[in-house]
């Protein structure tokens, strides 16, 4: 089990150890849904660190999987690499929310572009956790991934 951080109202790591389930959408810049997908996680603490291994399918058959190694720090942060990551993600515990930035390399098209990714978790209830993920390129908005979380067993509302 991996420790838990005290000091944060709402230990992000903690939370996603275990299974977990998904549901979320995209959105481009004008906030139209562009894709659907779902999301499988299983989270495995090892030592200090989560290993969350992720499992999306979208509404359209594709499918997509990814692992993270996220680390915590010893000041109310943590910091993480996923197989695609184009550098080591920064987050940190705030308010009762967790917070993530990260850039990843997606293939779009016959392309391989990095975009960053900036990452706001609340928890929102039992068993539940609301994500949003503002994508970005050159510091230009392309648009945001909305997401459900939540725990298996856990029926959502």
Request: some cysteine; proline content about 3%.
């Amino acid at each position: 089990m991996l420790k838990r951080n005290d000091t944060a109202p709402f230990d992000l790591l903690s939370w996603l150890e275990g299974r977990s389930h998904a549901i979320g959408v995209v959105e481009d810049r004008k906030g139209r849904v562009r894709r659907r997908f779902t999301v499988d996680l299983t989270g495995t603490a090892q030592g200090d660190a989560l290993r969350l291994h992720e499992r999306f399918v979208f509404a359209d058959g594709e499918r997509q999987e990814r692992t993270w190694v996220l680390t915590r720090g010893s000041d109310g942060t943590f910091s993480g690499r996923a197989e695609d990551s184009a550098s080591d993600a920064r987050g940190c515990f705030a308010e009762g929310a967790a917070y993530m930035s990260s850039e990843l390399k997606l293939k779009i098209g016959n392309r391989i572009i990095a975009m960053r990714f900036d990452d706001a978790f609340y928890p929102s209830g039992p068993g539940l956790v609301l994500n949003r993920s503002t994508m970005s390129k050159w510091g230009v908005r392309l648009g945001q991934i909305l997401i459900q979380f939540r725990k298996d067993g856990q029926r959502s509302p």
